[in-house]
Structures are given as C-alpha cells and as structure tokens.
C-alpha cells in the first residue's frame, strides 16, 4: 500500500500567519492517464471530512482561495494564506492514484 | 443540493456482521462515472478506506478486508449498503459514506455512524 507521510503532526499558528503542510508518498502518484490523484480533506472537530483540493492544486467549489495546492509524483504541499479561525482542524491527505487508496495521518492546525 | 446519511446498529457484539446503509439525495448512482464509497475512522488507524462502488455496479475493495466486505446499491431509493462479516474490537469507529465523483473526487460525505464492537 502506499504511504502517505505528513508533516508536521502539530502545526500552531496565528490568523493571518500563512503557513504549509507536507505530505510525501512512498511512490509516485502520476497515474498512467497523466493525472495525480492527490487530494486535501480539512476535519473540523464534531464534523465529517471536507474536500478542499483535488488532484493536487484544483480547488474544490465553495473553499476559499487562502487554500492552494502544488507538487508532483512524491511531494505535496498545502498551503493557507492567511489562517482564519475557522481553519482550525485537522489536515489529511489522500491518494487515490494506487489501490487502495490511503490517507495520511493528518496534521493538526491549532491557534497560537 | 448533495446530501449522504448513514445508519446503522450502533452496537455489536464480537462476531457479528455489521449492516450499514448509506441514504442519499442530490445525485443518482446510475449517472455515467458516479460512485459512493465506504471510509472509517478510528483512533488507533485513522482514516481507512473500504470500498467504493460504481454506477455500472463495478465494486472494489481494500484487500486487508475484502474477504469480510460486501458492497451493494439499490439505485431506485438513492442507497448503497455495506456489509462487514466477524466484527471484532478492532473494528470500532465511525463508518462515513461519500459520494466519489469520477473515482477520484470524495466531495460529499455523510455525517457518519459510531459503531462500537463489545462483548
């Protein structure tokens, strides 16, 4: 199976600081069509997974544009330009290049 | 509007097979390319995928669990199924649905069922 490391587990930050989270794999995520099946879920606690970003740097609808993302084959990041509090959660990532599919460990974004 | 709900027994005794249903509205799983998958979450594994089926009744299963797994649809009434066969302790955690666009995209999920495994 792949695996999905992510890092840092703990991130603490201020609103409006801009921080990043990354998220390696233990193998190449470009698929034989020329996609990479890599995803961003943002986990509010109480709540289930939201999608944030898809195939890497796609931005799903209705999430705002603070969030980005970028990499290619083993290296991933996801970028917040300018925390807000309601981006408090836990971060995971996912790929669904390789069956199964498979998640990071998340990383948790905490206030300051 | 998009929407997944999931259900289930709540608790179950070692041994046992679980039912899960997974209502939704919003789509329809006989749309070209549309799929629902089966993901759970518990504190010692995380984030764990399970199963996905498609629209044309395609079914595909995570190999550390596929002997224990079935997977199912009725498309008239908008739900999909999943059944775990010998639940055990381990097996404790929130079961989510969602809705996997293409395959590729979970962009829905439901709010998910606790399911706790005790004797």
């Known amino acids: 199976d792949v695996v999905l490391t992510q890092t840092p587990p703990t991130l603490s930050a201020t609103i409006g600081q801009s921080v990043s989270i990354s998220c390696r794999s233990s193998q190449s995520l470009l698929d034989s069509d020329g996609d990479t099946y890599l995803n961003w879920f943002l986990q509010r606690p109480g709540q289930s997974p939201q999608l944030l970003i898809y195939s890497v740097s796609n931005l799903e609808s209705g999430v705002p544009n603070r969030f980005s993302g970028s990499g290619s084959e083993t290296d991933f990041t996801l970028k917040i330009s300018g925390v807000e509090a309601e981006d408090l959660g836990v971060y995971y990532c996912?790929?669904?290049?390789?069956?199964?599919?498979?998640f990071g460990a998340g990383t948790k974004l905490e206030l300051k | 509007q998009v929407t997944l709900k999931e259900s289930g027994p709540g608790i179950l005794q070692p041994s046992q097979t679980l039912s899960l249903t997974c209502s939704f509205s919003g789509f329809s799983l006989s749309t070209y390319g549309m799929c629902v998958g089966w993901i759970r979450q518990s504190s010692g594994k995380g984030l764990e995928w399970l199963a996905n089926i498609w629209w044309n009744d395609y079914k595909y299963y995570n190999p550390s669990l596929k002997n224990r797994l079935t997977i199912s649809k009725d498309t008239s009434n908008n739900q999909a199924f999943l059944k775990i066969t010998n639940m055990d302790t381990a097996d404790t955690a929130t079961y989510y649905c969602?809705?996997?666009?293409?395959?590729?995209?979970?962009?829905?999920w439901g709010q998910g069922v606790m399911v706790t495994v005790s004797s």
């Open positions: 969602a809705r996997n666009y293409g395959g590729y995209r979970l962009d829905h």
């Open positions: 996912m790929q669904v290049t390789h069956a199964p599919y498979t």
